[in-house]
C-alpha cells in the first residue's frame, strides 16, 4: 500500500490525477456524496438544534468500508474533492465516516486538474473549511424542510404525487408569470416603412423610416407622398468605434451561451463541461467568477502573440457583479491556451471549442470600428429616413470569437457604400409591411437562467438540476410548436404604382421554449397564495445571501434555520388544516342536452372536460384535454368538441378507422396503425378521406425499403429523429447519411455497426439461463433475465461475475408472493398515510405541549 491516499469525489477525475503523481500516491474515488439526509423521513431536529441525521447510502457502503481500510494503511490521507460548498461537505462527510485522524489527514484543492496545480496543492494543504461546510448544510436542511413540509400540503390539497421545492418552485413561478403575460397580451399592427436607394455610382442599399403608422390608410398616403419624390443625402455622420470582448465564461453565462450557439440544454453543457475538467482540459466549471489567474493571461497573451501577432493581445482583468461568488476563484478556461482543439467525443470538443475561443478573445484587443449614420430628406414631405452601417477597421477580438444574443429580433448593420451630403439618390422601391407588436418571449432554458442569475436565485450547481426536476415533475414542458401561419399585408410603392399583396408568415413558434403545464399553474397558484413569502423572488435572494454569509463565517446557520422555521411551520400547519383544495377548476357553461354545468379542472389522470357534478343523481361525464390544451384557455366550444372522440369514421381494408386524442396529440387509428396528425388539426373535423391518406402515407412509409438476413428494413421518423427498423431494432441515422436517399451499402453499414454495438456491450450472456450482463451509460452495468433489469452501482466489478452471483442480484429484485405483498403493502400503505398526515402536527404538537 502507499504512502499516500487521495481521495477524490470521481472516478474521471481520480484516473486522471494518478498520471500525475508517483507510486507513493494511490488515488480513488468516493462516487459523490457518501452521506446524506434519510430518504423516508425528515431527518432533521426541528424541535432542538436543527442537526441534520446523515446517513450513509446502501449503495455507498462497500465505499466506506474500502476507503476505511485504505485509510487505515495510508500515512497521510488527502481530501482532494472540489472547492466549493458541495466539495467541502464531501470532504468533511469523508472524514467523519472514515473516522479520519486529524494529524493525518490533508484537505488540499485545485481549480483544473494539470500536474503543476495538483502539486502546487499538495504543496499547500489547509484543514477543512466549517464555514463552507456549514453554508452547504444549510442550503440541504432548508431546501429539505420546505420540500418535505410543502409537498404533503400538495397531496392533500392539489394532487398526489406532487412536489415542491425553494428554488424549483420559484423557476416555475416565473414561467407561469411569463406564460399569463403572454396570454393577456394583445397585439396591435402598424405598418413599417422601409426603402431600397441606389448612389451616383448604381450602389445600392437599404433605409428605413424611424416610425411606424398606425393604420393601412396612413401607409398608403405616405406611399402616395414618395411617388413624386426626389431625395438626397441630407446628412452623413462618421463617427469610430469600438467594441469590447465579453469576459471569460461563468458558469450561468457558459449555460447560455452553449444553448445559443450549441444548442445545448443546461444539463447537456454541465455533463460535457464535468468530462473536460475531469480530463485535465479545462477549469473548474461551477463558478461565479470572471477572474483569470495571473499565469493564465501571460498563457492567453502567449498564445495570442504567436497565432496572431502582438496587435491582438491585450490583457485584461474582468471584475464579477456576484457578491459573495463561488468559492473557485476563477473563470472557466482552458487548462492550456496551446491546445485550441481536442480529439474527443464530438459533444465535448464543440464546448471545448467555445470555451477556449471565449477565454482567448477575453485577453484580446478591441474590435476597431466606423459606424455611419445617413440621412435622406424627400422633396414632398418632411420624413426623414434613415440608414446605419458598420465597417470593421480592425478585427481584434472578433477574428476569434463574438458573443451570442437572446434577442430574437437583432438586426446587424451592414455596409454602405460611399456617399457625400446633398447627393442624389435614385429610390427602387418603398414598402409599407404590416407587423404585429409581439407578447414577452417565452423563457429558453439559457435565458430562466441568466434570470434567476439576475435575482441572485440559486447558485452555478442549482441550475442545471432544477432545470430538470421542473420538467421531470410535469411542471413545465418544452415546446414542439414550429407555429401558425398568419395572414399580413405589405404595400409596395415601386415605378410609380403601389400594390398591395397579402402575405403570411409563421407566428407564435415556442418550439424549444419552457411552457408551464396545467399543474404547473394550478401548484404556483396555490403556493403563491397561501406561502406567497417563500416564493417571493427577494425572499429566495435573501436566502442565497445568508448562505454566502455563512460561507464567510458571518453568520450562524442553526440560527438561520430557526428564525426561518418558527413562522414557516406554523402557516404549513394552518395551510394544511383551512384551506380549501385547489383543482384549477372553470365553470365554462352548460350542456345543451342535459342542462348540466361544464367545467374543466384538473383530475386525478390529469386536465378534463367534466359534465356534470358529484351532487347530479347520474354519474358525470369525462373526457381528458388533448396536450397542446389548457384549463386556462380552452374554450366552452373546443371542451364540447372534446365529447365527440372517439370518432368512428368507417372501415378501410377492412378494418375500422377512428380518430382520437393521446397522450402525444390527435391521431387515426387503423387496425394495428396508429398515424399522428399534422400539427394544429383538430380531430374533430378529420373526415374519412383525409384519414385514409395518412394511412396511405404510412402503409407506404412502412413498407420495406430492403431486405437484410432475409427480415424487411423500414424507415421512420420517431421523436429523436430519423431512424430505420430492423428485426425489431431501431437504429438511428446520423446526419453522416443521406436520409432521402439511403444506398443499399448504407442499410447493411447502419444494421451492423448497430449488431456490433450491441455485441460490444454484452460483457457475460448465459443463454441456457436467459442471463446476461451489459454495458449501460455512466459506467454502470445492467443484469438482464427477460423483462427484468437490476442497475448495478459503478462500484460493482463484473469482469469476474458467476452466473450465481447475477441470478443473485436478479433475486434481490424479484417481486414477492402476491397475498404476501398484499398484506405487508396493505400495512405500508396505512403506516404511511398515517406518518404523512401526522408529520407536521406531531412537531406543531409537542412545541405546544412545552408551552402549556
Partial sequence: MPKNLVIVESPAKAKTIEKFLGKDYKVESSFGHIADLPSKELGVDVEGDFAPKYQVSKDKKDIVKKLKELAKKADMVWLASDEDREGEAIAWHLAESLNLDKAKTKRIVFHEITKSAIQKAIENPRGIDYDLVDAQQARRVLDRIVGYELSPVLWRKVKGGLSAGRVQSVSVRLIVERERDIQNFTAEASYRIDAEFSNEDGQSFKAKLPKNFSTKEEAYKFLEDNAKAEFKVADLQKKPAKKSPAAPFTTSTLQQEAARKLGYSVGRTMSNAQRLYEAGLITYMRTDSVNLSEEARKGAQAEIESAYGSKFSKPRTYKGKSKGAQEAHEAIRPTDFNTHSVNIERDQARLYDLVWKRAIASQMSDAQLERTNVKIEASTHAETFTANGE??????????????????????????????????????????????????????????????????????????????????????????????????????????????????????????????????????????????????????????????????????????????????????????????????????????????????????????????????????????????????????????????????????????????????????????????????????????????????????????????????????????????????????????????????????????????????????????????????????????????????????????????????????????????????????????????????????????????
Fill in 391 to 852: 465597417v470593421i477597421k480592425f478585427e481584434g477580438f472578433l477574428k476569434v470569437y463574438l458573443e451570442g444574443t437572446d434577442d430574437e429580433d437583432t438586426e446587424q448593420d451592414g455596409m454602405l457604400p460611399a456617399m457625400k451630403v446633398n447627393e442624389t439618390l435614385l429610390n427602387s422601391c418603398i414598402t409599407a409591411t404590416q407587423r404585429f407588436s409581439r407578447p414577452p418571449y417565452r423563457y429558453t432554458e439559457a435565458s430562466l437562467v441568466k434570470q434567476l442569475e439576475e435575482l441572485g436565485i440559486g447558485r452555478p450547481s442549482t441550475y442545471a438540476p432544477t432545470i430538470s426536476t421542473i420538467q421531470n415533475r410535469n411542471y413545465v414542458d418544452k415546446g414542439a410548436n414550429e407555429g401558425v401561419e398568419r395572414d399580413y399585408t405589405q404595400l409596395t410603392l415601386q415605378e410609380g404604382n403601389i400594390k398591395d399583396k397579402t402575405l403570411t408568415e409563421k407566428t407564435n413558434s415556442d418550439k424549444g421554449k419552457l411552457i408551464p403545464t396545467d399543474i404547473g399553474m394550478i401548484v404556483t397558484d396555490f403556493l403563491v397564495t397561501h406561502f406567497g413569502g417563500i416564493l417571493d423572488y427577494n425572499f429566495t435572494a435573501k436566502v442565497e445571501a445568508d448562505f454566502d454569509q455563512i460561507a464567510e463565517g458571518k453568520e450562524d446557520w442553526k440560527k438561520m434555520m430557526k428564525n426561518f422555521y418558527k413562522e414557516f411551520h406554523p402557516r404549513v400547519e394552518d395551510v394544511q388544516e383551512n384551506a380549501e383544495r385547489e383543482s384549477g377548476e372553470r365553470i365554462l357553461g352548460k350542456d345543451p342536452k342535459t342542462g348540466k354545468q361544464v367545467s374543466v379542472r384538473l383530475g386525478k389522470f390529469g386536465p378534463m372536460v367534466q359534465i356534470g357534478t358529484v351532487d347530479d343523481e347520474e354519474k358525470p361525464q369525462f373526457a381528458s384535454l388533448s396536450p397542446d390544451q389548457q384549463l386556462t384557455s380552452i374554450t366552452y366550444e373546443e371542451a364540447m368538441e372534446l365529447f365527440q372522440l372517439p370518432k368512428q369514421l368507417g372501415t378501410y381494408e377492412g378494418e375500422n378507422v377512428e380518430v382520437n386524442n393521446g397522450r402525444y396529440g390527435p391521431y387515426v387509428k387503423h387496425g394495428e396503425i396508429f398515424v399522428s396528425l399534422p400539427a394544429g388539426t383538430n380531430p374533430v373535423d378529420v373526415e374519412k378521406d383525409v384519414a385514409i391518406e395518412l394511412i396511405k402515407e404510412k402503409q407506404k412509409a412502412d413498407a420495406p425499403i430492403y431486405m437484410f438476413q432475409d427480415l424487411p428494413v423500414q424507415k421512420g421518423k420517431g421523436r429523436f429523429g430519423p431512424y430505420i427498423k430492423w428485426n425489431n431494432m431501431f437504429i438511428n441515422v446520423n446526419k453522416k447519411y443521406d436520409w432521402d436517399d439511403l444506398s443499399d451499402d448504407d442499410i447493411v453499414e447502419l444494421i451492423e455497426t448497430k449488431i456490433q454495438k450491441e455485441k460490444d456491450k454484452v460483457i457475460h450472456n448465459w443463454e441456457a439461463e436467459g442471463v446476461r450482463v451489459e454495458k449501460a451509460r455512466w459506467g454502470r452495468h445492467n443484469i438482464i433475465k427477460g423483462k427484468t433489469k437490476v442497475e448495478l452501482p459503478k462500484t460493482v466489478d463484473v469482469s469476474d461475475m458467476t452466473l450465481e452471483a447475477a441470478m443473485a442480484e436478479l433475486a434481490k429484485k424479484a417481486p414477492k408472493k402476491k397475498a404476501a405483498a398484499k398484506k405487508k403493502g396493505a400495512k405500508t400503505a396505512k403506516k404511511s398515510t398515517a406518518k404523512k398526515t401526522s408529520t407536521t402536527k406531531k412537531a406543531g404538537s409537542k412545541k405546544s405541549s412545552s408551552k402549556k
